[in-house]
């Protein structure tokens, strides 16, 4: 992926050296949970469009967890390092690709904000911690990372490369145009008036609209600034196929139950990524359409 020497964004808060320390697992109902709870988190959660705090909260056997405020933090600017840098470059690409298709549609695109972190973080949603891998807060309207995942990314999830990881933030960021959107809020009012199995359709719906919001930055990221290489789409394919709901159940050796499923299928990822990557058009992304999953 071609990125050096693009712009950076100043909408990153590095709370690195606040954090609460690095932590390896979060307690919760009365117990820690343990690196196969934490794995399981990371997995559900991956590209999520909901708070991986529920996710670990019902491992737990707990209560889902409501909103708190969040704490203010003094933010010190990010370090300078290769891969801090990097995500500054691909979150500005976000800003620039959203405001201007904002724009086009008569709308004003508000920026989110990152926020770097290492071991725990105070958020409008709860408590972050860094098992949980990236999350979206759409109540403070902040991306949170600990750039560690990316470690489990490569290491542990089988999907490496630096296209693979800017899908990541793009996913992310996908969410807050959700929330922009209202989509968020229309499905999370769904929650408790439909069964179960239902709200999960709802969520995979919500899971593969982030998707392809991935793709259509993709695409305009790259119409403008020529941004990806050879080899950078399998990446990013590679990684929506490896976090697919079916991928995820067969490797946890269990069957995989559709009915469960919140995410999506390893192909269905991949297909409405693509979409958005090829077509670069948002009405393309109405996952929400009749027959359209």
């Known amino acids: 992926m071609r990125w050096e020497g693009n712009r950076e964004s100043d909408n990153v808060d590095d709370v690195r050296d606040q954090g609460g320390g690095p932590g390896n697992g979060l307690r919760l109902g009365g117990g820690r949970l343990g690196i196969g709870s934490v794995v399981i988190a990371v997995v559900a959660s991956y590209f999520l469009g909901v708070n991986p705090l529920t996710v670990l909260q019902m491992l737990a056997g707990g209560p889902a967890p409501t909103g708190q405020p ?3 933090q003094q933010s010190a600017a990010p370090k300078n390092d290769e891969q801090t840098r990097f995500v500054r470059t691909v979150l500005a690409d976000t800003e620039d690709v959203w405001r201007t298709l904002f724009k086009e549609g008569g709308g004003q695109y508000q920026d989110p904000r990152l926020v770097l972190f290492r071991g ?3 958020t409008a949603c709860g408590t972050g911690q860094s098992a949980m891998g990236p999350f979206y807060c759409p109540a403070d309207q902040k991306v949170y990372i600990d750039l560690g995942f ?3 990314l490569r290491q542990q999830l089988g999907a490496p490369g630096d296209f693979a990881q800017a899908y990541v933030i793009a996913h992310e960021v996908g969410h807050h145009v959700q929330n922009l959107l209202g989509t968020t809020d229309k ?3 769904m929650r408790g008036r439909v069964s179960e199995t239902q709200y999960n359709a709802l969520s995979v719906r919500l899971e593969l609209q982030a998707d392809c919001y991935a793709g259509v930055w993709a695409h305009h990221a790259d119409r403008a600034r020529q941004v990806l290489e050879t080899g950078d789409i399998e990446e990013g394919l590679n990684a929506a196929a490896r976090i697919g709901d079916d991928a995820m159940q067969r490797q946890a050796g269990g ?3 559709p009915d469960s499923f919140t995410h999506g299928t390893s192909v269905q990822r991949q297909t409405w ?3 958005g990557l090829d077509t ?5 992304c109405d996952t929400f359409a009749r027959g359209a999953v």
């Open 70 to 72: 969040a704490h203010e």
């Open 120 to 122: 725990s973080v105070p």
């Open 150 to 152: 990316y470690d489990v």
């Open 187 to 189: 499905v999370e009012a």
């Open 255 to 257: 069957e995989v139950r």
């Open 273 to 275: 990524f693509r979409r």
């Open 280 to 284: 670069g058009d948002l009405r393309q």
